[in-house]
Protein backbone atom coordinates (compact mmCIF):
# COMPACT_ATOMS: atom_id res chain seq x y z
CA UNK A 1 0.00 0.00 0.00
CA UNK A 2 1.55 3.53 -1.10
CA UNK A 3 0.18 6.39 0.87
CA UNK A 4 2.44 9.78 2.39
CA UNK A 5 5.64 9.16 0.04
CA UNK A 6 5.88 5.83 1.85
CA UNK A 7 5.09 2.30 0.82
CA UNK A 8 3.79 -0.16 3.25
CA UNK A 9 3.57 -3.92 3.33
CA UNK A 10 1.45 -6.26 5.82
CA UNK A 11 1.23 -9.80 5.33
CA UNK A 12 -2.00 -11.88 6.11
CA UNK A 13 -2.87 -15.61 6.94
CA UNK A 14 -6.55 -16.96 6.69
CA UNK A 15 -7.40 -13.07 7.23
CA UNK A 16 -5.53 -12.61 10.45
CA UNK A 17 -2.26 -10.28 10.35
CA UNK A 18 0.47 -12.43 10.15
CA UNK A 19 3.11 -9.24 10.65
CA UNK A 20 2.83 -5.40 11.82
CA UNK A 21 2.50 -2.57 9.63
CA UNK A 22 5.97 -2.08 7.78
CA UNK A 23 7.58 0.89 5.84
CA UNK A 24 9.44 -0.81 2.93
CA UNK A 25 10.02 1.80 1.09
CA UNK A 26 9.24 5.52 -0.39
CA UNK A 27 7.65 6.20 -3.61
CA UNK A 28 4.88 8.72 -5.08
CA UNK A 29 2.34 6.88 -5.98
CA UNK A 30 -0.45 5.75 -4.45
CA UNK A 31 -2.68 2.97 -4.55
CA UNK A 32 -2.70 -0.68 -3.15
CA UNK A 33 -1.40 -4.05 -4.59
CA UNK A 34 -2.79 -7.22 -3.17
CA UNK A 35 -0.88 -10.55 -4.14
CA UNK A 36 -2.51 -14.28 -2.81
CA UNK A 37 -2.34 -17.36 -3.42
CA UNK A 38 -5.50 -19.89 -2.26
CA UNK A 39 -5.11 -21.76 0.80
CA UNK A 40 -5.90 -25.18 0.41
CA UNK A 41 -7.57 -25.46 3.66
CA UNK A 42 -9.93 -23.49 3.39
CA UNK A 43 -10.52 -23.88 -0.86
CA UNK A 44 -11.08 -27.39 -0.09
CA UNK A 45 -12.61 -27.73 -3.92
CA UNK A 46 -10.17 -26.18 -6.63
CA UNK A 47 -7.58 -23.81 -5.34
CA UNK A 48 -6.72 -22.79 -8.87
CA UNK A 49 -8.38 -19.24 -9.92
CA UNK A 50 -9.79 -18.85 -13.28
CA UNK A 51 -8.46 -15.65 -14.92
CA UNK A 52 -11.96 -14.32 -16.71
CA UNK A 53 -13.49 -14.76 -13.50
CA UNK A 54 -11.18 -12.52 -11.89
CA UNK A 55 -11.13 -9.86 -15.54
CA UNK A 56 -15.33 -9.70 -15.21
CA UNK A 57 -15.38 -8.88 -11.60
CA UNK A 58 -12.69 -6.25 -11.50
CA UNK A 59 -14.67 -5.09 -14.92
CA UNK A 60 -17.51 -4.93 -13.39
CA UNK A 61 -15.94 -3.09 -9.87
CA UNK A 62 -14.37 -0.36 -12.34
CA UNK A 63 -17.61 0.08 -14.00
CA UNK A 64 -19.29 0.66 -10.45
CA UNK A 65 -16.34 2.53 -8.96
CA UNK A 66 -15.88 5.21 -11.80
CA UNK A 67 -12.82 6.93 -11.67
CA UNK A 68 -10.87 3.82 -10.03
CA UNK A 69 -7.94 2.00 -11.45
CA UNK A 70 -7.65 -1.82 -10.99
CA UNK A 71 -5.41 -3.81 -12.41
CA UNK A 72 -4.97 -7.54 -13.19
CA UNK A 73 -1.54 -9.74 -13.18
CA UNK A 74 -1.56 -13.20 -13.79
CA UNK A 75 1.37 -14.59 -12.68
CA UNK A 76 1.10 -18.24 -14.22
CA UNK A 77 0.86 -16.90 -17.55
CA UNK A 78 3.71 -14.69 -19.99
CA UNK A 79 2.20 -13.77 -23.44
CA UNK A 80 4.29 -13.97 -26.51
CA UNK A 81 6.39 -10.83 -25.21
CA UNK A 82 7.23 -12.91 -21.97
CA UNK A 83 5.69 -10.41 -20.05
CA UNK A 84 3.07 -11.80 -17.14
CA UNK A 85 -0.79 -11.20 -18.16
CA UNK A 86 -2.81 -8.77 -17.39
CA UNK A 87 -5.45 -6.63 -17.75
CA UNK A 88 -6.25 -2.52 -16.85
CA UNK A 89 -9.73 -1.67 -15.82
CA UNK A 90 -10.68 1.95 -16.08
CA UNK A 91 -14.52 3.34 -16.60
CA UNK A 92 -14.79 7.35 -16.64
CA UNK A 93 -18.77 7.36 -16.78
CA UNK A 94 -19.13 4.03 -14.45
CA UNK A 95 -22.79 3.17 -15.06
CA UNK A 96 -23.27 4.79 -18.18
CA UNK A 97 -20.21 2.57 -20.23
CA UNK A 98 -21.68 -0.57 -18.07
CA UNK A 99 -24.61 -0.10 -19.87
CA UNK A 100 -23.18 0.50 -23.17
CA UNK A 101 -20.94 -2.62 -22.80
CA UNK A 102 -23.90 -4.91 -21.54
CA UNK A 103 -25.83 -3.34 -24.52
CA UNK A 104 -23.51 -4.01 -26.74
CA UNK A 105 -24.43 -7.55 -28.51
CA UNK A 106 -28.63 -7.71 -27.08
CA UNK A 107 -30.17 -5.47 -29.83
CA UNK A 108 -30.53 -1.92 -31.48
CA UNK A 109 -31.14 0.86 -29.02
CA UNK A 110 -34.38 2.46 -29.24
CA UNK A 111 -32.88 5.84 -28.21
CA UNK A 112 -29.20 6.28 -28.25
CA UNK A 113 -28.37 8.56 -25.02
CA UNK A 114 -28.52 5.84 -21.67
CA UNK A 115 -31.00 7.06 -19.16
CA UNK A 116 -28.80 8.06 -15.99
CA UNK A 117 -29.57 9.67 -12.84
CA UNK A 118 -27.80 9.93 -9.72
CA UNK A 119 -29.27 11.76 -6.72
CA UNK A 120 -26.98 13.60 -4.37
CA UNK A 121 -27.40 12.78 -1.03
CA UNK A 122 -28.96 9.50 -1.69
CA UNK A 123 -26.45 6.77 -2.78
CA UNK A 124 -28.71 5.04 -5.62
CA UNK A 125 -27.22 5.36 -9.29
CA UNK A 126 -29.56 4.14 -12.42
CA UNK A 127 -28.76 4.39 -15.98
CA UNK A 128 -30.58 2.10 -18.29
CA UNK A 129 -31.48 2.25 -22.21
CA UNK A 130 -34.40 0.42 -24.35
CA UNK A 131 -33.25 -1.91 -27.18
CA UNK A 132 -35.34 -3.46 -29.54
CA UNK A 133 -35.33 -6.95 -28.22
CA UNK A 134 -37.53 -8.78 -26.22
CA UNK A 135 -35.56 -9.97 -23.30
CA UNK A 136 -34.63 -8.00 -20.23
CA UNK A 137 -31.01 -7.49 -18.64
CA UNK A 138 -31.04 -5.91 -15.35
CA UNK A 139 -28.27 -5.97 -13.13
CA UNK A 140 -28.54 -4.63 -9.13
CA UNK A 141 -26.09 -4.01 -6.71
CA UNK A 142 -25.42 -2.70 -3.19
CA UNK A 143 -22.50 -2.33 -1.87
CA UNK A 144 -20.77 -3.32 -4.95
CA UNK A 145 -22.08 -6.79 -4.71
CA UNK A 146 -24.65 -8.34 -7.72
CA UNK A 147 -27.90 -8.63 -5.61
CA UNK A 148 -28.63 -11.45 -8.61
CA UNK A 149 -32.32 -12.28 -7.04
CA UNK A 150 -33.08 -8.57 -6.85
CA UNK A 151 -34.99 -7.54 -3.58
CA UNK A 152 -36.43 -4.64 -2.44
CA UNK A 153 -34.30 -1.76 -3.84
CA UNK A 154 -35.39 -3.31 -7.17
CA UNK A 155 -38.62 -3.90 -6.20
CA UNK A 156 -39.01 -0.50 -5.44
CA UNK A 157 -37.44 0.95 -8.55
CA UNK A 158 -39.66 -1.26 -10.80
CA UNK A 159 -42.80 0.18 -8.98
CA UNK A 160 -41.38 3.68 -9.35
CA UNK A 161 -40.51 3.33 -13.26
CA UNK A 162 -43.64 1.62 -14.34
CA UNK A 163 -46.28 4.32 -12.39
CA UNK A 164 -43.34 7.09 -13.96
CA UNK A 165 -43.92 5.66 -17.38
CA UNK A 166 -47.68 4.98 -17.58
CA UNK A 167 -48.48 8.75 -15.87
CA UNK A 168 -46.41 9.82 -18.81
CA UNK A 169 -48.27 7.36 -21.47
CA UNK A 170 -51.96 8.26 -19.45
CA UNK A 171 -51.10 12.57 -19.86
CA UNK A 172 -49.45 12.36 -23.61
CA UNK A 173 -52.93 10.46 -24.48
CA UNK A 174 -51.15 7.29 -25.39
CA UNK A 175 -53.32 4.86 -23.60
CA UNK A 176 -57.03 6.56 -24.66
CA UNK A 177 -57.27 3.97 -27.72
CA UNK A 178 -56.78 0.66 -25.53
CA UNK A 179 -59.10 -1.94 -24.03
CA UNK A 180 -57.01 -3.21 -21.32
CA UNK A 181 -54.48 -1.86 -18.61
CA UNK A 182 -51.18 -1.98 -19.05
CA UNK A 183 -48.60 -3.22 -16.43
CA UNK A 184 -44.92 -3.06 -15.62
CA UNK A 185 -44.29 -5.89 -17.84
CA UNK A 186 -45.48 -3.83 -21.07
CA UNK A 187 -42.60 -1.31 -20.15
Known sequence: HSRDGKIYRQTYS???????VEVVGECTDRGTIITFKPD?????????????????????????????????????????NGEYVGDHFYSEEGLKEFVKYLDATRGTPIVEQIIYTEKNGVPVEVAMQYNDSFSENVHSYVNNINTIEGGTHLTGFRRALTRTLKKYAEDSGMLAKLKFDINGDDF
Open 40 to 80: GSIFTHTTEYKYDILANRLRELAFLNKGIHLNLLDKRQRDE
Open 14 to 20: KGAPTSQ
